[in-house]
């Protein structure tokens, strides 16, 4: 089984030929070829940024291409694409993310010294009208300081906004599901428990443990675990919600125990997840610190540290083909539930594709589509501002 993640802002912005997926013809003739050329047998649909509520904006002399990719577009994607692949014989998935709420224009003098690559955000950006709107949402450190982007899940209007705004999504078209991906392309955090002092957060810890984590010191590993509860009560309103409408679930984590960069240490409760069904599939091994399509770093100069668990470095976890045999395949098996693991950000290897398809309970891998249909593009380069040198397996 394989599974091909079309981002498809990128095709529109950096594509070429078929590959821009610019017209309904070019993407179907294309699922054919994910069909023979990768195995496909499903399909992530990754959502314009210009279907959420929100409002671009840029710097004098600039645009935001995303928008500009939007305008040029007079076919309805989430209409026509899932029809095309089932017709192609591929399970389509609408690709949505959870913690990707984007932020306001820095000022000048911000722009000037961003921690941005030249072509991710240091002089265009976009912001949800939720996180507009409820900004008390967005998560917060000691000093009330945001992390624009993420939304803390302890509001419980928060998580009702999120589930409303993804079924309206779904309504009418024939996606199986929705993909939750728990990528960010926000800052990343100094450190890894600098965010996640919202005040539910906050009320909840008092009550449980008598103890105010913004005045007084606390138990750290049970305010991670509170953190992680907000995500899996998430998941299980969310679950709730497709079920009665026949739709399923599928998750995209970063590997380990706890979200990682740039987000946190809060607990990821897979094991949780996969036990009591909240997710039909679990994709893991995803990378929220380089693009999918064309592998620049998000924030070059900043990774942030103090993470218990940090992928982008392989601290605290196991290498990959053990952590999946003997933790992750184990879990998956028992649970009747798919394991996938992603693969965007790493060369097409063989080898090491043949050994992880080979470990018992592995359900298969996810490409992207941009790299496998965009080569011109890639060997380009001239936009990979701050690209990462490949090497990851």
């Not at 594509?15 to 309904?24: E, I, K, M, Q, V």
């Not at 990754?46 to 929100?54: N, Q, V």
């Not at 497709?242 to 987000?263: E, M, N």
């Not at 605290?316 to 184990?330: D, M, N, S, T």
């Amino acid at each position: 089984m394989a599974v091909v993640s079309i981002s498809w802002a990128d095709h529109l912005t950096f594509g070429s030929g078929d590959g821009r997926l610019d017209t309904p013809e070019a993407v179907n003739r294309r699922m054919a070829v994910w069909r023979g050329e990768l195995g496909a047998t499903a399909l992530h649909w990754r959502l314009l940024r210009a279907r959420i509520p929100g409002r671009f904006s840029a710097a004098r002399g600039y645009r935001h291409p995303s928008q500009d990719a939007a305008r040029r577009l007079c076919w309805n994607d989430l209409a026509i694409v899932p029809s095309l692949a089932r017709d192609a014989g591929l399970v389509p998935w609408l690709y949505v993310s959870l913690f990707d709420e984007g932020w306001p224009l820095a000022p000048p003098r911000a722009r000037a010294v961003s921690h941005h690559n030249l072509m991710h955000g240091q002089h265009v950006a976009w912001q949800s009208t939720l996180t507009r709107e409820h900004p008390e949402w967005v998560m917060v450190d000691r000093r009330g300081m945001r992390q624009w982007g993420v939304v803390c899940l302890a509001y419980a209007s928060a998580r009702r906004a999120f589930i409303d705004r993804w079924l309206q999504l779904l309504e009418g078209t024939v996606f199986e599901g929705l993909f939750v991906c728990l990528r960010s392309q926000s800052r990343p955090a100094d450190h890894g428990d600098q965010f996640g002092f919202n005040e539910p957060v906050r009320q909840e810890f008092l009550r449980r443990h008598r103890r105010d984590i913004l005045t007084q010191s606390f138990d750290v590993h049970a305010w991670r675990d509170l953190l992680g509860e907000s995500l899996t009560m998430f998941l299980r309103e969310l679950r709730e919600a497709l079920r009665a409408r026949g739709r399923r679930l599928s998750v995209g984590v970063p590997r380990g125990d706890v979200l990682g960069p740039p987000l946190g240490n809060a607990t990821l409760a897979w094991r949780e997840w996969l036990r009591e069904g909240t997710v039909d599939a679990l994709v893991i091994d995803q990378n929220s610190c380089q693009c999918p399509s064309m592998w620049h770093r998000l924030w070059p100069m900043h990774r942030g540290t103090g993470y218990v668990q940090n992928y982008l470095e392989d601290s605290g976890l196991p290498p990959l083909e053990a952590h999946v045999r003997e933790h992750y395949a184990p879990e998956s098996s028992r649970a009747g539930r798919a394991l996938l693991i992603a693969r965007q950000w790493c060369e097409r290897s063989p080898a090491v594709e043949r050994r992880l398809q080979a470990i018992p309970g592995f359900s298969g891998l996810v490409f992207s589509s941009f790299r496998h249909d965009n080569p011109a593009a890639l060997q380009r380069g001239d936009w990979r501002a701050g690209a990462i040198t490949p090497g990851r397996t």
